[in-house]
């Protein structure tokens, strides 16, 4: 006749309640990751194939960032929330969320701190008083809002302090013996050709990053000098303020390759 309440249901009940929101929680927290590194995936390869603007990409790895972020820290509020036994029980969930969410942040994270320990400059040249001229490769740049101009002494300082390796190569070669070693590395290189000029002892290609496809032209000149040849290289970014060492690197990268090759 009269219904009989067991004292504890509440208390189970609540319980219930509060595992059911701790896995959502963490539920949630896996979810954000995963969109999040859904949305880093493709933000490079999409710019590369023209699907957005590249600034539309560099948002969406920001943002992905931020929500990264968020997902690790929301897996961490389940994980210490629920009680010992929960804990257990939820465990693979928040390892999971926890994993995906630094995984991630660790990448954009790590090339922020990469930028901001390099200059913001997107020219480099191993001749900063009279650097190599483009010429076949001007009619490519037409989008390009970085100038072929070279920005002068600010510039040239900010990459001799952070990049004193970038200089110029003698080659114990006559010019077109050098000019030869330096398309072989070119090759090498396998950036693409866009013109091979013997006679001015000129070679202009173009080179790709690997996430976004930004567009680098580049150009390699060879002179005579002594009983030898001087051999430069001008990489210089179409678009964005920092090439994030990227120049850099592949200046010295192509240096190296026609050390190897004497």
Known sequence: MFGWKDPLMPVLQRR?????????TAVAGISLAALSGVAEIISGPGTRWGWWEYTAGLGMLRWATICGLAAVAITLAAVFTMGPEARLQRLPLAIMGLTLGLVVTAIPLSWLLTARSVPR???????TNDPPRYVAILPLRSGATNPVEYGGSAVAGLQQSAYPEVAP?????PPDRAYELAMDAVHQMRWTVVDGNSSEGRIEATDSTFWFGFKDDIVVRIRPEGNGSRLDVRSLSRVGLSDVGTNAKRVTA?????????
Request: proline residues 3%.
């Open 254 to 262: 192509y240096l190296s390759a026609v050390r190897s090759m004497q």
């Open 169 to 173: 190569l003698m080659v114990p070669l």
């Open 121 to 127: 400059i997107h020219d480099i040249t191993t001749d």
């Open 16 to 24: 219930r309640c509060g595992v059911s929101v701790q896995k959502t």
